[in-house]
């Protein structure tokens, strides 16, 4: 099966950038996405990637793809202490007609003040 | 827009009774897809529904069930609680094969 894996913990300065890694394997991905979760509540999208492209910038959040070695990175600048929450990559495998996203365990951001 | 609702927000069951979770996708949306979030295995893909069609299905056991209305509302049903059927059940919409909006998900509690 295919497995999306992300590092457990990081914890960061506020206002220092925050860089949350991501690896996946299936190559056939067609898009990578970014959920955030807070205590209580569902997933939050934050952004996405073509997986033909390499960068995607959205303000405050810088996304890298780097497709030959299967790694995703999600840059958050200025970290504030709202940023404080989870963090899932997801990467979206074709088939058909059919659409299954598969998340990563998840980061646990903490932005210390 | 309204975002994607779910119905109930919590629930208490007992083991060996079923439970009925209903999700409401955001207008124009007719993919709905379901997912199983617990601290031990993370987020797992249940189902998908589209035009009240299942198109794809996770590997969970027949005691997980949905369906899909005309009006794209979708609901899931499991039955014969066990413990481990404790956790997060979120419930996603989108257009097509476009980005997956999430609600706010329904917290199940079995005893």
């Known amino acids: 099966g295919e497995d999306v894996e992300q590092s457990l913990f990081l914890s960061v300065r506020e206002g220092d950038s925050s860089v949350i890694n991501c690896t996946y394997t299936d190559s056939s991905s067609t898009y990578l996405y970014w959920y955030k979760q807070e205590p209580g509540a569902g997933l939050q999208l934050l952004t996405y990637?073509?997986?033909?492209?390499d960068m995607k910038q959205d303000q405050r959040l810088t996304v890298l793809l780097n497709k030959k070695d299967k790694h995703l990175s999600l840059r958050i600048a200025d970290t504030q202490t709202g940023d404080s929450a989870i963090y899932f990559c997801?990467?979206?495998?074709?088939?058909?007609?059919?659409?299954?996203?598969?998340f990563g365990s998840g980061t646990q951001l903490t932005v210390l003040p | 827009k309204a975002g994607v609702t779910q119905t109930p927000r919590y629930l208490i069951k007992t083991r060996g009774q079923q439970v009925t979770l209903s999700c409401s996708p955001i207008s124009g949306h007719r993919s709905v897809s379901w997912y199983q979030q617990t601290p031990g295995q993370g987020l797992q893909f249940l189902f998908e529904?589209?035009?009240?069609?299942?198109?794809n299905k996770g590997n969970f056991p027949g005691r997980f069930s949905g369906r899909q209305f005309s009006n794209s509302r979708s609901e899931m049903n499991v039955s014969t609680l066990e413990l481990g059927d404790s956790a997060l059940y979120l419930c996603?919409?989108?257009?097509?094969?476009?980005?997956?909006?999430f609600g706010p998900g329904t917290r199940l509690t079995v005893l």
């Open positions: 996603a919409s989108s257009y097509g094969k476009d980005t997956q909006y």
């Open positions: 990637i073509f997986s033909n492209m």
């Open positions: 529904y589209f035009s009240e069609t299942q198109r």
């Open positions: 997801a990467e979206n495998i074709p088939s058909g007609s059919a659409r299954q996203l598969t």
